[in-house]
């Protein structure tokens, strides 16, 4: 069981790591206005799901003692923000690729 743990530990701290990692169907290449829409709001979400997380163990390392809290800080609160970094990039991008997709993010055009 330990074995299977330390693997999916190790995916994850990749993806983690890894800028160019995308969700099962997120291809800017081939995404229509609606999906990279569809990536918009989908990050959105996740952005605020993370913060919320953030709070709560911020919160919850005010409570605790200065070990446990420590822990927190060190583990929890790092990672997460890590994460929300990143999900705010990711949605920034697609907000710029629905702009060009949308035809309002033409580059080169004189007028």
């Known amino acids: 069981m330990q074995n299977r743990r330390e693997q999916v530990a190790t995916v994850f701290l990749q993806r983690l790591n890894d800028p160019t990692y995308r969700f099962a169907g997120e291809n800017p290449a081939n995404a229509t206005l609606e999906q990279a829409q569809g990536w918009v709001k989908t990050y959105d979400d996740l ?60 580059r080169g055009d004189a007028n």
Do not use: H
């Open 47 to 106: 952005v605020s799901f993370k913060r919320e997380l953030l709070e709560l163990c911020q919160r919850y390392a005010e409570k605790s003692g200065p070990d446990v809290a420590r822990v927190i800080r060190d583990t929890d609160v790092l990672m997460l923000e890590v994460q929300v970094s990143r999900f705010e990039q990711k949605r920034d991008y697609w907000k710029i690729r629905a702009t060009e997709l949308a035809g309002n993010g033409r």
